[in-house]
């Protein structure tokens, strides 16, 4: 068994920065699902499964935070499935545009930077520099 290493400032601010994402998408998602009509009247033709998956998914995001400031291996395994379930669902929002469902184009931005987030957070836990420093 691995003795605990403090994790480094690299873990730190990937890990607070999924925290932060997870607490934002879970503020964000939460105004227009539970708000007011004027809120998800404001939110325009938002599309309701992306926005119901990006809501549950902040708060995986937080808890991988959590998981890699911990240096946690299964946060690793949670990164990977956060980053396969969004690929999954931005193809099915690619599909629901490509028949011709309503959407915003914020809703396009926001797909490709969570992929982006968290492509880049697999990339650096999963064989990448901060590999060896989470406890398998």
């Known amino acids: 068994m691995k003795s605990h290493q403090r994790p480094g400032m690299g873990i730190v601010a990937m890990s607070l920065l999924t925290i932060a994402f997870g607490l934002l998408t879970i ?3 939460g105004s227009i699902l539970f708000g007011s ?3 998800r009247a404001a939110a325009g033709n938002y599309v309701p499964f992306v926005l119901w998956f990006n809501f549950v998914a902040g708060f995986a995001y937080i808890l991988a935070g959590v998981g890699l400031w911990m240096q946690r291996s ?4 949670l990164s990977v499935i ?3 379930a969004t690929l999954l669902i ?3 929002f690619g599909v629901h545009v490509y028949f011709g469902g309503a959407y915003e184009q914020r809703t396009l931005v926001a797909m490709s930077l969570r992929t982006l987030v968290w492509a ?3 990339a650096l836990v999963w064989r ?3 590999s060896g420093r989470i406890n398998r």
């Open 27 to 29: 503020r964000e998602g």
């Open 37 to 39: 009509g004027a809120s």
């Open 74 to 77: 299964w946060a690793v395994t």
């Open 82 to 84: 956060i980053l396969t």
């Open 90 to 92: 931005f193809a099915a």
């Open 120 to 122: 880049v957070v697999v």
């Open 128 to 130: 990448g520099p901060f």
